[in-house]
């Protein structure tokens, strides 16, 4: 919006911005007002860029997680896998799952039967990482 309203008050005619009662302030401000047109038109360019970029690194931890999980965590995310979506009760392996929460595999969603037992689910961005052919296939 920044870049859309400081756009305005450079690229309109003074003409038109006189009617809105404008001119004074963008003839006065036009450097400043350049300076935050530019600087809010690349956020608004790059913010997305970085934020794929974010998404995509990501995977590629998990996936790297992934292939060299050992037994106890991956019987776990196999467990969770067959849980389908629903917080998995978590007793007995509560390390390998703070492991797998640690490298953004797994997260505790739910607190079951008081302090007792735990529940956690996948992440989004794990299950999507899942969902790979290369991952279903090895953890059938």
């Given at each position: 919006m920044i870049a859309f309203v400081t756009g305005l008050?450079?690229?309109?005619?003074?003409?038109?911005?006189a009617y809105f009662?404008?001119?004074?302030?963008?003839?006065?401000?036009?450097?400043?007002?350049?300076?935050v047109f530019l600087f809010s038109s690349l956020l608004a360019v790059t913010e997305p860029l970085e934020t794929k970029y974010r998404e995509w690194a990501g995977k590629g931890k998990?996936?790297?997680?992934?292939?060299?999980l050992p037994g106890f965590e991956r019987a776990l995310l196999?467990?969770?896998?067959l849980n389908d979506g629903q917080a998995t009760r978590v007793i007995s392996d509560e390390g390998p799952a703070r492991s797998l929460e640690k490298k953004d595999i797994l997260w505790k969603s739910a607190e079951l039967d008081g302090q007792r037992a735990v529940g956690y689910s996948i992440t989004h961005p794990a299950r999507q990482v899942l969902k790979e052919p290369k991952y279903v296939e090895m953890f059938k």
């Open positions: 008050l450079i690229f309109l005619p003074l003409s038109l911005l009662g404008l001119d004074s302030i963008a003839a006065k401000y036009r450097g400043i007002i350049s300076l998990i996936r790297g997680y992934l292939n060299d196999k467990r969770c896998l």
